[in-house]
């Protein structure tokens, strides 16, 4: 069954200091791959997806990920973080959209 | 604006008492999900619907019914809710059965007491 892990439940980052958020799935062949921000008393947004091709996909809001078929990984990373990026974010699988259990991201001032 | 809506945003009620969340999208979308969050457990599907009078069970479909009537609602029906039932629940629409990524609506919090 595919299945995703977000290993961490709650990252803080300082500011302007780079993010990397983890994520891993399981699956028999490459599944779709998507991260999606929540922030407080909202839905869901799309960040970025992967299909195939160039294994560096952007995404909006300045995020990338980066696709490693060796690592069954699909991390999630940003240069230098906002206080506005502050939220909730979630990597799902697959066209039947499989979701982790996300990450919480707190940024200090 | 291309959305999906959901209502209400907030409700609170009784164990027991019959209640429907309703979901709307203007997208002309095929595929819909209703999913519910919970802490540490990140978004469980409930049920999807591939088209007009297609539904299928997800991973947490008891206690809940669906129907999809037609294309833009689908409507979440909880005909004896219980307190663990109690949750965030999200409806959300695709083009293309979630290839492309989902549409999602702003979420309905729900309190059974």
């Known amino acids: 069954a595919q299945s995703v892990t977000q290993p961490d439940i709650h990252i803080t980052v300082s500011e302007g200091a780079s993010l990397e958020l983890r994520c891993n799935y399981s699956y028999g062949a490459t599944p779709y791959l998507f991260w999606y921000v929540q922030s407080p008393g909202q839905g869901l947004q799309l960040l970025l997806k992967?299909?195939?091709?160039?294994?560096l996909v952007q995404g909006i809001k300045g995020f990338e990920a980066e696709f490693k078929r060796s690592q069954s990984s699909f991390n999630l990373r940003k240069p230098s973080v906002h206080w506005s990026d502050a939220a909730e974010y979630f990597c799902a699988v697959s066209n039947d959209m499989r979701f982790g259990a996300g990450t919480r991201l707190t940024v200090k001032p | 604006e291309a959305q999906v809506t959901q209502n209400p945003r907030y409700l609170i009620t009784v164990t027991g008492k019959k209640l429907t969340v309703t979901c709307s999208q203007n997208m002309n979308h095929e595929y819909m999900s209703w999913y519910r969050q919970d802490p540490g457990l990140g978004l469980r599907q409930i049920y999807y619907s591939m088209n007009v009078e297609v539904t299928d069970k997800g991973d947490v479909p008891e206690g809940y019914k669906v129907s999809r009537k037609e294309k833009r609602n689908f409507p979440l029906i909880l005909e004896s809710p219980s307190p663990n039932q109690t949750s965030l629940y999200f409806c959300?629409?695709?083009?293309?059965?979630?290839?492309?990524?989902?549409?999602f609506g702003s979420g309905t919090r729900l309190t059974v007491v």
């Open positions: 992967y299909f195939s091709g160039d294994t």
């Open positions: 959300a629409s695709s083009l293309d059965r979630g290839v492309g990524g989902y549409t």
